[in-house]
Nanobody, 125 residues
Framework: QVQLVESGGGLVQAGDSLRLSCGASGRSFSSYNMGWFRQAPGKEREFVAAIRWSGSITYYADSVKGRFTISRDNAKNTMYLQMNSLKPEDTAVYYC??????????????????WGQGTQVTVSS
C-alpha cells in the first residue's frame, strides 16, 4: 500500500510560479516511479510529467516542457513539481501517482497504481 498526499496548490496570476509537493508513505519510496497528472473540468485526466525511481530520468508533456520541472527527494519521501510561467490553461486539479508495477507507458493514468486526492491550481489571466 502507498498513501500519497499533494500540497502546494493555489490561486495565482498568469506568469507566476508554484511548487507542488507529493508526500508518500507505505512502500519504500525509492522503489517506484512517480508521475503528475492534471484534470480540468469537463476534460480527461492528462499526463504532465513523470520521474523514474532514481530521479535520473524524467518525462514531460509537450504543453509543459520548458516551464515545469519534476523532481524527487527519496530521503524525504517527497516528489515535487515546480511550475513556472503559469498560464490560464494550466488550471486544473493536479494529482500525483505511483507506478508500482511498471508497464512502460508512463503517460497513461492506467499505468499507475496509487493516487493522491489532488490539489487545485487556478491561474487567472
Amino acid at each position: 500500500q502507498v498513501q500519497l498526499v499533494e500540497s502546494g496548490g493555489g490561486l495565482v496570476q498568469a506568469g507566476d510560479s508554484l511548487r507542488l509537493s507529493c508526500g508518500a508513505s507505505g512502500r519504500s519510496f525509492s522503489s517506484y516511479n512517480m508521475g503528475w497528472f492534471r484534470q480540468a473540468p469537463g476534460k480527461e485526466r492528462e499526463f504532465v510529467a513523470a520521474i523514474r525511481w532514481s530521479g535520473s530520468i524524467t518525462y514531460y508533456a509537450d504543453s509543459v516542457k520548458g516551464r515545469f520541472t519534476i523532481s524527487r527527494d527519496n530521503a524525504k519521501n517527497t516528489m515535487y513539481l515546480q511550475m513556472n510561467s503559469l498560464k490560464p490553461e494550466d488550471t486544473a486539479v493536479y494529482y500525483c501517482a505511483a507506478e508500482i508495477y511498471p508497464l512502460g507507458d508512463y503517460g497513461t493514468p492506467k499505468a499507475y497504481d496509487y493516487w493522491g486526492q489532488g490539489t487545485q491550481v487556478t491561474v487567472s489571466s
